[in-house]
């Protein structure tokens, strides 16, 4: 299989373990407390309205985000109320949980309204900010710059301050881990421990190369609409979010698809450099457990794939 047809795999990192996702599947493998690795495992069901949207450029974006916020709020749930309960407990907690669909869509909603919050409070607090320097820095060129500069700041220090507690850097090292497994696939290596720990543990399609990339295009975006009366700059930030992040995801893309392109592999060098905060090195006890999420994955996929494949010649 060729390098242009070998297939994209994404994942991301959840509570002591891994999430990956393929065509037909996602799959995540968590270490549970006794040590043992638990899989949990959601079909990847297809959307006609989603596969039509998810073809449009700058709209695919907003699709995919949507889409895999709310599907890693499952994932992060399982892993959240799982990792720390003894196995010869799950009877117990079996018996608590609500039924799975009224689960998944409860997760699947507080994932896609976390993620707005979230981007509302990282997209309005800079803007109140950078109001308050306006006696000093008066034009709507400047204001930009300096909403920009603190929406950085802003979001540089949260990384780093979350980062400095014990879970969130562990799971910061599954980040790094579930990285280092896609480089290794992509580049052909076996997927062993060894070979895996050998990579890097930054990659250029990662969601915090995204999130960086959201600050950029937002500087450039906001450069067309004025900064002042205050209200009508709220509206227009708010207004504009769906734009930002439908640029911002194409950007993304092209960076990864030029990063073996002299000059242009500099563009996605700032999310490179992000990633060195979102990702710690894993130990191979992390490593093991990415290895086991993403062979699994394999194992479905193509025991889908060749299920199809039979189902055709039939």
């Not at 990192?13 to 990956?20: C, I, Q, T, W």
């Amino acid at each position: 299989m060729s390098e242009t047809q070998k297939p994209v795999y994404g994942g991301q990192a959840v509570v002591e373990g891994v999430m990956f996702g393929g065509k037909h599947h996602y799959v995540t493998a968590i270490r549970r407390k006794d040590q043992s690795i638990e899989y949990f495992h959601v079909p990847r069901k297809p959307n006609p309205a989603f596969s039509l949207l998810r073809k449009i450029p700058f709209i695919r974006g907003i699709v995919s985000i949507i889409e895999a916020s709310a599907n890693g709020s499952k994932h992060l749930t399982f892993s959240t109320e799982r990792f720390d309960q003894n196995p010869e407990d799950d009877n117990a907690l079996k018996e608590k949980e609500p039924s799975k669909l009224t689960m998944y869509l409860g997760v699947a909603a507080i994932g896609i309204i976390s993620f707005l919050f979230g981007k509302f409070i990282f997209t309005l607090v800079p803007v109140f900010l950078a109001e308050l320097t306006r006696p000093i820095f008066k034009s709507d060129f400047a204001q930009v710059l300096i909403e920009g500069l603190f929406k950085l700041l802003l979001l540089l220090f949260y990384i780093y301050f979350v980062s400095l507690t014990p879970l969130i850097k562990r799971v910061f090292q599954y980040h790094g881990a579930e990285h280092k497994v896609i480089n290794t696939f992509e580049s052909g290596k076996e997927l062993t421990v060894d070979n895996v720990r050998a990579h890097s543990r930054l990659h250029y399609r990662c969601g915090s190369s995204f999130i960086l990339f959201t600050v950029v295009v937002g500087v450039f975006i906001y450069m067309f609409v004025p900064t002042s009366p205050l209200w009508l700059r709220i509206i227009d930030r708010v207004a504009l979010i769906p734009v930002v992040l439908g640029i911002a995801f194409e950007v993304l893309q092209g960076t990864n698809k030029l990063r073996d392109v002299p000059v242009f592999k500099y563009l996605g060098l700032p999310g490179l450099w992000l990633q060195l905060l979102t990702t710690k090195e894993p130990n191979n006890d992390q490593i093991e457990v990415a290895l086991c999420s993403f062979k699994e994955l394999l194992k479905m996929e193509k025991e889908t794939e060749d299920q199809n494949n039979t189902e055709e010649i039939v």
